[in-house]
Each structure stands twice: as structure tokens, then as C-alpha cells.
């Protein structure tokens, strides 16, 4: 996994902004077949007894897949989706 570096400027739930970079170095970022990013939003959903940072998972690039986003959880059984965040 390949994860990012950002210059925070101030606190935002904006897009990405350019000076997002890949950690380990542009050769690496370029191995890659699928380029997937997840960010944080504002809110909590609940799961039975578990809760999770609201989250957005965007495909920003991949060869068999659409561009698109989905709200998402973490679980402690790993990442689910989420259909009504409220």
C-alpha cells in the first residue's frame, strides 16, 4: 500500500488539494492499476453496538471501475458501506 503525504493549511473538508504526493515516491505511484482515496467527514454513524467516523471512499482511478464515491464505515470486521449517514 501507498499511502500519501498533504500540506495541511487549514482544517477543510474540501477536495484534495495539489500538494498531495505520494509517500513512498512518483515510481511507486506509478505501479499502480487502481488509485483509491479515503477521507474523512464530518459525523458518526452507528452499527449495532459499534460507531464509525463517517468516511468517503472515492475511486480516482482504475481500470475496470467507474469514477465514483460511497460513504463508508470502519468496522472492527473491516470497511462497509453506508446507505443513510443521518
Do not use: C, Y
Not at 474523512?40 to 469514477?67: C, E, M, N, W
Amino acid at each position: 500500500m501507498n499511502s500519501v503525504t498533504d500540506a495541511v493549511l487549514s482544517p477543510s473538508l474540501s477536495a484534495p488539494s495539489s500538494s498531495v504526493s505520494p509517500a513512498l515516491g512518483l515510481a511507486w505511484a506509478n505501479q499502480v492499476l487502481v488509485r483509491l482515496m479515503m477521507r474523512r467527514l464530518q459525523g458518526t454513524v452507528v452499527r449495532g453496538d459499534q460507531s464509525s467516523v463517517l468516511r468517503r471512499l472515492d475511486v480516482v482511478f482504475a481500470p475496470h471501475l467507474a469514477r465514483d464515491s460511497r460513504d463508508i464505515g470502519v468496522w472492527k470486521e473491516g470497511l462497509r458501506g453506508v446507505l443513510d449517514p443521518d
